[in-house]
Each structure stands twice: as structure tokens, then as C-alpha cells.
């Protein structure tokens, strides 16, 4: 039997990208394998939003090649396919094949035609959608791509140029999918978008019909464009229980003038003005953001408004990141580019106060009993993983009560996301368990079950 080894890079868009894969390779007959050694088919699904990761694209190409069989299949789909193109085959000439992130529902040619060399880094729009077969497993967690690509151009980005204009789902193919990884196992369903919110047929509606489906027990979805958050979806947070009180919103900096030299044309008072929104129709929300430090032009009075705005919005589960000039985009253009130790100065202080946001509010929560989704046994088995509704990760001693299980590896089937249909075998029945908190520090959450669902 033929088998196939995958890894993934990058975004929640790439980790769907790379499931979808799966289940058709996997539905030609193919077994998935972890040793790039023994595999007939190697695909590397890559990320490029910043160049160190797509460096490590090419340095992991290079240590493939030395081991792979001589005849496997070896390739690279998503958006470093997109950005080298067929400058990849100059870089790695034992590629057969490079495929963009919409479309690489064009692997089945080279599966077919082997001596044949692809590469298609088409803008194929929403098509790879319907062009793969349709997933025949969830995990307890479902991502579902509502939008592909970007209309916001955003200065220092490239994912516009790598995943193209932005275009919507139909409403119906979506809530299709939805059924379809309800009906597979999935108790939480998070809808997927560079920016999810503008998605042109009504987010809120989508989660209202979602919402509906009596074994999805949470939704959530990500990642938010600040000015896309309209009335309606706000007050989903207060009206909706399944909705989860989390928001991802990036606010990438906290300076109007990087703001517009970003090309993210909002006030700090508007995104003051939605948060507070938010917080008046569910006070337990919290929020989280990406930034960005080091941009172009970024002075240390700028800086110090970014860790201003990160101290008072007091976001948790945060990500920042070193400015990183990227091919296709303006800012790598501009002036007065930062050098690399100011870039990396700048980032240890908001780390830092991010660390110290994360610290308070996991805190805050010991002695609260959250509903939280058990991901599965740690590495050393003796505890399992759970999120809490504000995606902290909790860990959770197993034997800490009656109704947990005697060992994390027994339960591995029933309570790991990757995993599906959940079985209702001993020890748990839903992946959903209540959980006391009983200790936090900067990281994570300690609990216990208290609990076991029905
Ligand atoms: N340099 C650094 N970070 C970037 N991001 C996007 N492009 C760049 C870049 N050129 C970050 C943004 C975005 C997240 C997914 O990646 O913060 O929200
Ligand atoms: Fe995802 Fe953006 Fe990376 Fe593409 S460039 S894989 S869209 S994070």
C-alpha cells in the first residue's frame, strides 16, 4: 500500500488545506506516514508570512531530498509554492511537483502522471472547495473556510498576492459542510477567514443556523478585520450562548501613523469603541490581537503606544511579531526600515506585557468551573489537555476525580480533536467536560474534572 507523509506550516487556513489533502489521498487508498524515509508521496504545505518561516521551507526541502526514496513523490503546496513559483524547481530540482493554495485540487494530475513535472499556482478562486472530495471525518473541532484571500491589502502583507481577492463562500456550501462535520463528530465549529468577518452572505447568520445544530456545542472564528465588526455580530456575543466570549481582532499597532502607513485605516477610538461594545453585551468577552513591531518608520514614541494599548485592552493569548519584509508587498519598500536589534528589543517589552495579561487573567479564573474541550493526553500521558471558552490551554491530572479516566492513552480515541467519530466508550462521553480551576501561571490553567457530560 502506497503511503504518504504531509507536514503543515502556518495558519488554520493551511491546517484545513492540509486535512483536505489527507482525506483524498486517504480516499485513494493511501496511509498516512510520519517517516519521510519510507513515504511514496512527501507534500511540505507551506506558510509565507514571514520570510523565517519560508526559509525553513527550503532548508526542510533540503533535508528531504537527502532521505526520501529515489522514487517518491515530493512537492510543496500553499503559499511559498505561490510566492516561489517556478523558481522552486531552480531551488530544489527534485521537486515533481508545486502547487498554490487554490490549487492543489490539481495533485490527483501528478498522482496520475508521475514522470510529469506540475506547477499550477493558479488564482483558481473558490473552486479547490468543490474539486476534492468531501471530508469523510471531523475532528471534535472543525475549521471551516468561509472566504479564501484578502481584500485589505494591508501594506506589509502578502497574503493578498499569495491567496488572492477576496471572495465568499456560498452560504449553503458552507452550512453543508457544517452538517457534514456534525454528522462526523465535530462539537465546535470554527469558521475560517483572513477576514472572517467581512464575509459577504452574514457571519451572524451564519452562526445563528449553526447554532441550531443540537451536537454543536461551540463556534467561534477568526481572524476579525476591526472595521468589519458589524452591530448585528456583536450582539451575537451578548444573545448567543454557543458563541464563544474569545475574539481574535488584530490591531497590529497601536499608532495612527503606522496604522496608515500599514493601510489599516481605522482610529484607536473605533477599536476602543467596538471592544467596549462587545463588553456591554457580554462583560466576560475577552479579546486577542496579533501585532506587529518594528514596522517601517515605527518610532519608540509608536512603539510605546502599542504596549499602551496592549496594557489597556488587557488582550489575552496574544501574537506578536518582528516586522518582516516580504516580496510583493509596499512596505518592504519604504524608508527607514528598523534594524533588527530595535525589532527584537521592541519585541521582548510587549511579549512581556503580554506574558503579564495572560498571568493576571489566568489567575483571575482559579476557582471557576469552565466547560472546557479535552484536545487529548499530554506527552507524558499522565494528564490531558483541555481549552477553556477563552482558548487558554488547561491541564488536567487525570485520576484528579471519579469521573476521569485511569489513563489519558486509554481515552485518546474519544477526547483527541484529530480524532473521529467521538466513541462513547468508558471514561468520557462528550470531549466537552466542566472543569474546576485550581491553580494558572503565566502559561496555562491546572483543573480538575467535576463533571462528566451526558
Ligand atoms: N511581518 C511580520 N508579521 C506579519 N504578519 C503578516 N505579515 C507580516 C509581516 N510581513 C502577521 C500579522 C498577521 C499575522 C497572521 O501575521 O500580525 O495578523
Ligand atoms: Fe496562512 Fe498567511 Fe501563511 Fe498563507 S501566508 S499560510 S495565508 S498565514
Given at each position: 500500500?502506497?503511503?504518504?507523509?504531509?507536514?503543515?506550516?502556518?495558519?488554520?487556513?493551511?491546517?484545513?488545506?492540509?486535512?483536505?489533502?489527507?482525506?483524498?489521498?486517504?480516499?485513494?487508498?493511501?496511509?498516512?506516514?510520519?517517516?519521510?524515509?519510507?513515504?511514496?508521496?512527501?507534500?511540505?504545505?507551506?506558510c509565507a508570512v514571514r520570510e523565517k518561516a519560508s526559509n525553513k521551507v527550503f532548508s526542510?526541502?533540503?533535508?528531504?531530498?537527502?532521505?526520501?526514496?529515489?522514487?517518491?513523490?515530493?512537492?510543496?503546496?500553499?503559499?511559498?509554492?505561490?510566492?516561489?513559483?517556478?523558481?522552486?524547481?531552480?531551488?530544489?530540482?527534485?521537486?515533481?511537483?508545486?502547487?498554490?493554495?487554490?490549487?492543489?485540487?490539481?495533485?490527483?494530475?501528478?498522482?496520475?502522471?508521475?514522470?510529469?513535472?506540475?506547477?499550477?499556482?493558479?488564482?483558481?478562486?473558490?473552486?479547490?472547495?468543490?474539486?476534492?472530495?468531501?471530508?469523510?471525518?471531523?475532528?471534535?473541532?472543525?475549521?471551516?473556510?468561509?472566504?479564501?484571500?484578502?481584500?485589505?491589502?494591508c501594506t506589509y502583507c502578502i497574503?493578498?498576492?499569495?491567496?488572492?481577492?477576496?471572495?465568499?463562500?456560498?452560504?449553503?456550501?458552507?452550512?453543508?459542510?457544517?452538517?457534514?462535520?456534525?454528522?462526523?463528530?465535530?462539537?465546535?465549529?470554527?469558521?475560517?477567514?483572513?477576514?472572517?468577518?467581512?464575509?459577504?452572505?452574514?457571519?451572524?447568520?451564519?452562526?445563528?443556523?449553526?447554532?441550531?445544530?443540537?451536537?454543536?456545542?461551540?463556534?467561534?472564528?477568526?481572524?476579525?478585520?476591526?472595521?468589519?465588526?458589524?452591530?448585528?455580530?456583536?450582539?451575537?456575543?451578548?444573545?448567543?450562548?454557543?458563541?464563544?466570549?474569545?475574539?481574535?481582532?488584530?490591531?497590529q499597532s497601536g499608532s495612527?501613523?503606522v496604522?496608515?502607513r500599514m493601510?489599516?485605516?481605522?482610529?484607536?477610538?473605533?477599536?476602543?469603541?467596538?471592544?467596549?461594545?462587545?463588553?456591554?453585551?457580554?462583560?466576560?468577552?475577552?479579546?486577542?490581537?496579533d501585532f506587529i513591531v518594528g514596522f517601517p518608520g515605527e518610532t519608540d514614541a509608536d512603539f510605546e503606544m502599542t504596549c499602551?494599548?496592549a496594557?489597556?485592552?488587557?488582550?489575552?493569548?496574544?501574537y506578536s511579531f518582528k516586522y518582516s519584509p516580504r516580496p510583493?508587498t509596499a512596505a518592504a519598500l519604504m524608508k527607514d526600515q528598523i534594524p533588527e536589534n530595535v525589532k527584537k528589543q521592541r519585541l521582548k517589552i510587549l511579549d512581556d506585557i503580554l506574558?503579564?495579561?495572560?498571568?493576571?487573567?489566568?489567575?483571575?479564573?482559579?476557582?471557576?468551573?469552565?466547560?472546557?474541550?479535552?484536545?487529548?493526553?499530554?506527552?507524558?500521558?499522565?494528564?490531558?489537555?483541555?481549552?477553556?471558552?477563552?482558548?487558554?490551554?488547561?491541564?488536567?491530572?487525570?485520576?484528579?476525580?471519579?469521573?476521569?479516566?485511569?489513563?489519558?492513552?486509554?481515552?485518546?480515541?474519544?477526547?483527541?480533536?484529530?480524532?473521529?467519530?467521538?466513541?462513547?466508550?468508558?471514561?468520557?462521553?462528550?470531549?466537552?467536560?466542566?472543569?474546576?480551576?485550581?491553580?494558572?501561571?503565566?502559561?496555562?490553567?491546572?483543573?480538575?474534572?467535576?463533571?462528566?457530560?451526558?
Amino acid at each position: 500500500m502506497q503511503t504518504f507523509y504531509i507536514k503543515t506550516f502556518g495558519c488554520q487556513m493551511n491546517v484545513y488545506d492540509g486535512q483536505r489533502i489527507e482525506s483524498m489521498l486517504r480516499g485513494r487508498g493511501m496511509l498516512q506516514t510520519e517517516d519521510v524515509a519510507a513515504a511514496d508521496i512527501i507534500i511540505l504545505n507551506t506558510c509565507a508570512v514571514r520570510e523565517k518561516a519560508s526559509n525553513k521551507v527550503f532548508s526542510e526541502l533540503g533535508r528531504i531530498r537527502d532521505r526520501k526514496k529515489p522514487d517518491a513523490l515530493f512537492g510543496i503546496i500553499g503559499c511559498v509554492a505561490r510566492e516561489e513559483g517556478a523558481n522552486s524547481f531552480r531551488r530544489i530540482p527534485e521537486l515533481n511537483f508545486v502547487l498554490g493554495p487554490q490549487s492543489y485540487h490539481k495533485l490527483p494530475e501528478i498522482l496520475d502522471n508521475p514522470d510529469a513535472r506540475l506547477l499550477n499556482i493558479d488564482l483558481s478562486g473558490l473552486e479547490k472547495f468543490d474539486a476534492l472530495p468531501p471530508a469523510t471525518e471531523s475532528p471534535a473541532v472543525a475549521y471551516i473556510p468561509i472566504q479564501e484571500g484578502c481584500n485589505h491589502c494591508c501594506t506589509y502583507c502578502i497574503v493578498p498576492y499569495t491567496r488572492g481577492r477576496e471572495l465568499s463562500r456560498p452560504f449553503d456550501d458552507v452550512m453543508r459542510d457544517v452538517h457534514a462535520a456534525a454528522d462526523n463528530g465535530a462539537v465546535e465549529i470554527c469558521f475560517l477567514g483572513q477576514n472572517v468577518n467581512g464575509y459577504k452572505n452574514s457571519l451572524a447568520n451564519l452562526i445563528k443556523e449553526t447554532a441550531k445544530i443540537e451536537s454543536i456545542k461551540r463556534i467561534r472564528f477568526t481572524s476579525s478585520y476591526p472595521t468589519e465588526m458589524s452591530d448585528d455580530l456583536i450582539a451575537l456575543f451578548g444573545t448567543e450562548p454557543k458563541l464563544l466570549p474569545f475574539l481574535n481582532m488584530p490591531i497590529q499597532s497601536g499608532s495612527s501613523d503606522v496604522l496608515t502607513r500599514m493601510n489599516r485605516p481605522y482610529s484607536l477610538d473605533l477599536y476602543i469603541d467596538i471592544v467596549n461594545k462587545l463588553r456591554a453585551v457580554q462583560p466576560d468577552i475577552q479579546i486577542s490581537s496579533d501585532f506587529i513591531v518594528g514596522f517601517p518608520g515605527e518610532t519608540d514614541a509608536d512603539f510605546e503606544m502599542t504596549c499602551d494599548i496592549a496594557r489597556q485592552i488587557g488582550y489575552i493569548n496574544s501574537y506578536s511579531f518582528k516586522y518582516s519584509p516580504r516580496p510583493h508587498t509596499a512596505a518592504a519598500l519604504m524608508k527607514d526600515q528598523i534594524p533588527e536589534n530595535v525589532k527584537k528589543q521592541r519585541l521582548k517589552i510587549l511579549d512581556d506585557i503580554l506574558t503579564e495579561n495572560n498571568r493576571r487573567f489566568n489567575e483571575s479564573c482559579v476557582g471557576q468551573t469552565m466547560e472546557c474541550l479535552i484536545e487529548g493526553p499530554d506527552k507524558t500521558g499522565k494528564h490531558l489537555l483541555a481549552r477553556t471558552p477563552y482558548m487558554q490551554q488547561c491541564i488536567i491530572d487525570v485520576g484528579a476525580n471519579e469521573n476521569s479516566p485511569n489513563n489519558a492513552h486509554e481515552n485518546r480515541a474519544n477526547a483527541h480533536p484529530t480524532k473521529s467519530p467521538i466513541s462513547s466508550g468508558p471514561g468520557f462521553h462528550s470531549p466537552l467536560q466542566s472543569v474546576k480551576i485550581t491553580s494558572a501561571n503565566k502559561c496555562s490553567l491546572r483543573g480538575e474534572i467535576v463533571k462528566t457530560e451526558s
